[in-house]
């Protein structure tokens, strides 16, 4: 425990002012977020007996930031360069002997646009207009969400959400999660009224939205350690895992939460 207060304490100190000062600054710390999270990834897929091409993922994810933030016009370009390029490579490589080379190319891809395409969004978030606000309604919405959901699991949880992928999930904790999921959406909503325009049925809707569909983000990166055998994505974080372990349903959360943003308030 007293690991994992530290890590959050130095994680708080770092992250803070780069998610006030935004800009650079933030785009700087979700980049070595999710650069780190794609070697994560490669190095899980690697456990599967699966041979993604490192330089091209974490390259290519630290590109398509680039690109996606702050030359949008070119984003389409980059992927397709990208994805163009990490078939030839895995070609090659086929040639040479490895018979599994398609496998390897799919996963190279899947690191590009997981964490290098969804992941941008991340950072898009923070930057809408009132953004700063916007990021501190949807990313503390998740955090209730998964505090709510183990406090509700450990204590009342009965009946097995997913047997095979999380084995300790329950559908008491999911339901739990939603219930606290949804009361941080109307918390947060009246704390930050004055920032940005929405309503307590607005932050309610919210927190259904994202505490029901962001759990498949934990699911996902569950399926991908169960597939490759390994319990934590890496260990980074003192007492919490990899940066992947942290962020899984933040990934889930930007895009969703973007989307919500733009079709219904900007």
């Given at each position: 425990m007293k690991e994992r207060v530290i890590t959050v304490l130095v994680l708080g100190l770092i992250g803070l002012p780069a998610l006030i000062l935004g800009g650079i600054f933030f785009w700087i710390l979700f980049a070595v977020f999710l650069g780190i999270a794609s070697w994560e990834f490669v190095n899980l897929m690697r456990g599967a007996n699966l041979q993604p091409a490192m330089p091209i993922s974490v390259g290519g994810v630290l590109a398509l930031l680039v690109t996606r933030i702050y030359y949008p016009q070119h984003e389409s370009v980059v992927?397709?360069?990208?994805?163009?390029?990490?078939?030839?490579?895995?070609?090659?490589?086929?040639?040479?002997?490895?018979?599994?080379?398609?496998?390897?190319?799919?996963?190279?891809?899947?690191?590009?646009?997981?964490?290098?395409?969804?992941?941008?969004?991340?950072?898009?978030?923070?930057?809408?207009?009132?953004?700063?606000?916007?990021?501190?309604?949807?990313?503390?919405?998740?955090?209730?969400?998964?505090?709510?959901?183990?406090?509700?699991?450990?204590?009342?949880?009965?009946?097995?959400?997913?047997?095979?992928?999380?084995?300790?999930k329950t559908w008491e904790g999911y339901w739990g999660g939603v219930f606290f999921g949804v009361l941080a959406g109307i918390l947060f909503a009246w704390l930050w009224r004055e920032n940005i325009s929405i309503t307590l049925l607005n932050g309610a809707i919210f927190g259904l939205v994202l505490s029901m569909l962001t759990t498949l983000g934990d699911l996902g990166e569950s399926m991908i350690k169960r597939q490759s055998g390994i319990k934590d994505s890496s260990h980074i974080l003192p007492g919490h895992g990899g940066i992947f372990d942290r962020i899984d349903s933040w990934i889930w959360a930007a895009p969703l939460g973007y989307y919500l943003i733009i079709y219904f308030f900007i």
């Open positions: 992927l397709v360069l990208l994805v163009l390029f990490a078939m030839a490579y895995h070609s090659i490589a086929f040639e040479r002997g490895r018979n599994q080379a398609a496998s390897d190319f799919a996963i190279t891809v899947t690191a590009l646009v997981y964490f290098g395409w969804v992941g941008a969004y991340l950072i898009k978030l923070r930057n809408l207009p009132d953004g700063l606000w916007w990021f501190v309604l949807v990313l503390p919405i998740i955090w209730f969400t998964d505090s709510g959901a183990y406090f509700v699991g450990k204590n009342l949880g009965k009946h097995k959400l997913s047997p095979r992928l999380s084995p300790n």
